[in-house]
């Protein structure tokens, strides 16, 4: 029990740590927002101790959102609502674009970063996983935890590199290093 | 070390989360939102049928008579049946094969056919939705995978992350506000999101990888390699005797004193190679159970290993309690909850900030609208069809889903069809509940009833509340991206 107040009242004053530090507007020096890191790695510590290795990391992680929630809503700001009354149907600006390009490009994209980077991203989490020194059961719960990763990362630079060439051809190389290293 | 990224990376990053967010926005909303209120499926297949008798203790030689009573009567009997052991969150006994089901009363007679018919519907829609399974299981993974993208790309897309750490602006302009609303739930929730992208990822692709170990290790074979994952199964040929239910039990209580035996499968049902495996729940681990399996007559033959096995298997075994919360009580279903519904805030204010950049309006933001509120009345015309007429729930969630959007674009004003929609919704949940009371009288005044129709009560108040608000009309900020908002 006293466990679980600790991890509590830890947690609740790292995040406040955190708030102070940003609010107080500080010389940085004098920010505690260290003390607030530390603070929640103490609450960390003590959820552990009161709950188990398993449930006590995955409520230290989770946790925080609502104290920082609960100080994000002290902090609420209304502001005067700035509109302007128009009709819904109102077309303010016509857009000129080549409909057929732009489907392409979309249609490309979506083949970037769905099918290409799903299928490189299992073959290079296989290959990576396999090359760690685990038995292959654990071979396999690592690949599966690693893969949406990595997918979701390939998908995000395809999109944002302004050279699509560059990502495709990472994306098809390590698909191609899974590959060949995952013996398949 | 300087950790701002560059101007160019922000927008670069900035245009990549769009791609993603609008590529996925609705169905991910529809799968956080889902996935919400399945946190407490327990509970709803609970309040779906009140009237069920419930017990905190249990006689498993009652259980044991059931069962070979129900096999007796010329139920069918199929390779796996299944008796769920009554547990503190769900405390009703009940014997089922593949096809069909029934409550055990106290006494050890037949009780009400299992049917949990809404409560499937809500887990469907979150596991498939409403898909055909295997192709709707790999669509809702992919969702999992776009949500790691979408998390990494957020962040990098953040210069402000910890200058505005802090900040909600409600009112001002609609884009800065849905972005504050935006960035501030799934900032603080990235832990949270990510750990259900990964897992949720998980239940899709496990087969997926399956098959590629499988081409590694074992020729293809995926049987094998499940068997090195999950535990190999007995072989067994052994003499059809009725089988020891309650010895198998009271073993497995034995053996892992201060655990929660779940349930009871028999497999390979009516065969000489029919065993048991009886799953228990470790108090403090995140594995689901651990499994023990026994023969006809209750003699123990081994136990799979999950608790103390290699750590992958400990790891693929302990996906599901952290996808759905449940573990350590009923405190973390709430926050789950919360979690949750932050989820499905995010992946509506993404797409709204999406909608109030654009200098144009269209059937766009009436029809998102009209999915997003109206989503509220179909799962409560859904739980009516359902729980109280008896009817299929799921057309009827997907022509009002249709209807609300033909609607709200029919109305040809976002705000409006919002406000109608909400009315709508609290005037459907509130439906839903005098008719739960009309039907179930005294059963509805037990504690999950109550529970759960006074939760829905306040949410259908919060919907009248926020449907009443005095309307302002819906535009679109005509300003230049505020700098402040650029993330």
């Known amino acids: ?184 | 070390m300087n950790l701002i990224p560059s101007a160019s990376l922000v927008k670069q990053s900035l245009s990549s989360h769009s791609w993603l967010g609008l590529m996925v926005g609705a169905l991910m909303y529809l799968v956080c939102l889902s996935g919400t209120l399945a946190v407490f499926y327990p509970e709803l297949e609970r309040w779906e049928q009140p009237r069920i008798q419930e017990v905190k203790e249990y006689d498993p030689a009652t259980l044991e008579r059931a069962y070979h009573e129900l096999v007796a009567s010329g139920v069918e009997v199929t390779e796996h049946m299944f008796v769920n052991l009554p547990s503190p969150e769900s405390p009703r006994a009940s014997i089922s094969s593949e096809k069909e089901g029934w409550f055990i009363n106290p006494d050890g007679s037949r009780g009400e056919r299992v049917n949990h018919e809404w409560t499937h519907l809500l887990i469907n829609l979150h596991l498939y939705l409403h898909l055909p399974e295997s192709f709707g299981m790999y669509i809702v993974s992919a969702l999992g995978a776009i949500l790691c993208g979408l998390i990494v790309s957020g962040l990098i897309a953040h210069p402000r992350i910890f200058k505005d750490a802090f900040v909600l602006r409600l009112g001002g302009s609609k884009h800065l506000e849905q972005a504050d609303i935006h960035n501030r739930l799934s900032v603080w929730s990235s832990p949270f999101q990510l750990m259900i992208a990964i897992t949720g990822a998980y239940f899709g692709f496990a087969q997926l990888m399956a098959m590629v170990f499988a081409g590694i290790y074992t020729n293809g074979d995926t049987t094998k390699l499940f068997a090195q994952v999950f535990g190999e199964e007995p072989k067994l040929e052994q003499k059809l005797t009725p089988i020891a239910l309650s010895k198998a039990i009271a073993q497995t209580k034995a053996m892992a004193p201060g655990t929660t035996p779940l349930y009871v499968t028999i497999e390979e049902a009516g065969k000489p190679g029919q065993f048991m495996l009886v799953g228990t729940q470790l108090p403090d681990r995140l594995i689901y159970v651990e499994q023990y399996h026994f023969d006809t007559a209750g003699n123990f033959i081994d136990k799979v290993g999950y608790s103390d096995g290699p750590p992958g298997r400990q790891v693929v075994y302990s996906t599901y309690r952290l996808h759905f919360g449940h573990f350590g009580g009923f405190g973390v279903k709430v926050l789950y909850f919360i979690l949750g519904l932050a989820m499905s805030v995010v992946s509506v204010t993404g797409f709204n900030v999406w909608l109030a950049k654009r200098k144009r309006q269209d059937f766009l933001n009436t029809v998102w609208a009209g999915l997003v509120w109206g989503t509220v009345p179909a799962l409560a015309l859904s739980a009516v069809a359902l729980v109280l007429l008896g009817i299929p729930g799921t057309p009827v969630f997907w022509i009002v889903v249709a209807i609300s959007c033909a609607i709200a674009h029919h109305w040809n004003d976002e705000t409006l069809a919002k406000q109608r929609l909400q009315i709508a919704g609290a005037v459907t949940i509130a439906a839903l509940i005098v008719g739960y009371f009309v039907k179930f009288g005294a059963a509805a005044l037990t504690p999950i009833p109550i529970g759960v129709n006074a939760s829905m009560l306040a949410s259908a108040a919060v919907l009248l509340l926020m449907g009443m608000k005095r309307a302002t009309p819906a535009v679109t900020s005509f300003r230049e991206p505020d700098p402040a908002a650029a993330e």
């Not at chain 1, 989490?125 to 038995?135: M, N």
Request: charged share 15%; net charge positive; glycine share 6%.
């Open chain 1, 1 to 184: 029990m006293i466990n679980t107040i600790a991890a509590f009242a830890l947690g609740i004053a790292g995040v406040g740590c955190l708030y102070s530090s940003w609010k107080d507007r500080l010389p940085a020096q004098l920010r505690p927002t260290l003390l607030g890191w530390l603070l929640l790695i103490a609450s960390g510590y003590f959820a552990i101790r009161a709950s188990g290795a398993e449930f006590g990391t995955t409520l230290i992680v989770t946790a925080p959102a609502l104290v920082a929630w609960l100080l994000v809503a002290t902090n609420l700001e209304l502001r005067q609502a700035k509109v302007r009354k128009r009709k819904a149907t109102e077309k303010v600006e016509s857009i000129e674009t080549d409909g057929t390009r732009s489907l392409s490009r979309h249609l490309l994209l979506f083949v970037i970063t769905v099918p290409l980077s799903a299928a490189a991203a299992t073959l290079f989490s296989v290959a990576l996983a396999r090359a760690l020194p685990f038995s292959y059961v654990s071979h396999l719960a690592f690949a599966i935890l690693l893969m949406p990763f990595l997918w979701g990362c390939a998908a995000y630079w395809a999109l944002a590199d302004s050279k699509l060439a560059r990502p495709v051809v990472t994306i098809v190389v390590l698909g191609l290093i899974g590959v060949v290293t995952a013996g398949l």
